[in-house]
């Protein structure tokens, strides 16, 4: 056997080099072998997998960690689970944050965290209490619980990813804060909602939802699919917020943000004779074909959803039109995920609606995107259902009465129903109560 080739020892090389014990070549920001293996450096940022393993003498700890000792209490008195964290690159029992470059990390949060609070707090609402708890309440909270910290910082990479594609850096950020976000986010979760924890729950389950939202416009591998995640990220929210509304309905911080959406007021439409009937003709041969202890969820999801759409297209405003993913029924993201047609289509006209806010860069492409590729899923038989939705997604220029067509509910008898018109407050009030009495006791 030859005698192995020996090399000079490099001492400033990348740690996943050392890790390997292979020799560095130093390149900056990108050494070569990380480059030719398509894996992250730390010579460029402060997320990087770490190549120990458990168990390995001298190995750090299987998990996200601060990457100096100036992190808040919480996330050193947090036991961390690797278990919970989301894949990012390798294993995510592989996943640590780098402390082998602190200034550069601190330099990168600390651009991250301004670029949050004057630039992308702003984008989550139009209203100015909404804005406000954004950008100084929620950041304040984050101090002291890791999980809203990490998010934030994810969805601002995400913000400043959308600004500059081309930059790594933040690619590597986004995915990197939100897995560490993810895996806090579920060992807080699973310790149970409490007054000490609510808001912060509450507002990293916001930006978990922003997120999965903002993540569409970058997926563009293979073909289409449903975006679940948006769906189920929102229907989070709400969940969050119904099992900890004890505390957060007395909530300084959140209760602007919550105040902000208005309460809910749909009209059934018995009659049929509102602008998206149509989308609901044929139902009931379709119940039908259901099993019996299906059909009056099934029913219920499918006009509930059609409900909201009119609501939201006779005013749509932001606020309005984004409850959508959170409001709609379980059993609805079931038939989604199933491509039940009918749901697709009324899933595409929520989509067609975000047009009128595609100025969002959260929401920018959104319409177009889901909506055409949906159309792509469904069977010739329903497109003449889409006719609406396509016209709006792919609508250039601004939104004349002509195209988004007049709400014929102003001519129509409304018969809203009476928990469905009230204070946003007393709305999730009752919500809760109806929630809590359908806990089985333990």
Known sequence: MPPRRSHKKSKAGCQRCKN?????????????NCHKHGVSCDFEGPLTPSENTPGTPGAPTPSFVRNDSTSHASSTSTPR??????????????????NFNPASSRLLELKLMHHFTAITSQTFSDTPEQKLAWQLAIP????????????????SALHLRALQPGDQALIRASHGYMASALAQYSLLLNRGVSAFN???????????????????????????????????????????VMASWQWLRTSDRIYPIINSQP?????????????????????????????????????????????????????????????????????????????????????????????VVDDVWWLQGIAKKEVNGICSLLPSSWWPKMEWPLRIANHEGPMDEQTWGKSGESEVAVKVEPWMACDVRDHIDLLAQIMNEQVPPD
């Not at 989301?86 to 640590?96: A, D």
């Open 140 to 155: 304040s909270l984050a101090y002291d619980e890791q999980c809203l910290m990490d998010a934030i910082l994810a969805v």
């Open 81 to 98: 689970s690797p278990s919970t964290a989301l894949p990012f690159n390798q294993n995510p029992s592989q996943m640590v944050r780098a």
């Open 198 to 240: 609510a808001e912060a729950l509450f507002s990293t389950s916001a930006l978990i939802a922003f997120q999965a939202s903002a993540s569409r416009r970058f997926d563009e591998d293979g073909g289409y699919t449903i975006p679940l995640a948006w769906f189920h990220s929102f229907q989070g929210v709400k969940t969050v």
């Open 20 to 32: 390997r014990k292979i020799k560095c070549d130093e390149v900056h920001p990108v050494c070569g």
């Open 263 to 355: 309460a809910l007021s749909l009209n059934l439409d018995p009659e049929r004779k509102s602008f998206f009937a149509p989308l609901l003709e044929g139902m009931e041969e379709q119940l039908e074909a259901l099993p019996e202890s299906q059909r009056a969820e099934t029913r219920q999801a499918y006009e509930h959803s059609v409900a909201f759409l009119n609501w939201s297209h006779q005013l749509p405003a932001r606020n309005r039109i984004l409850g959508f993913a959170a409001t709609v029924s379980r059993r609805f993201v079931e038939l989604l995920d199933q491509q039940d047609p009918r749901a697709l289509v009324i899933a595409s006209c929520f989509f067609a609606l975000t047009k």
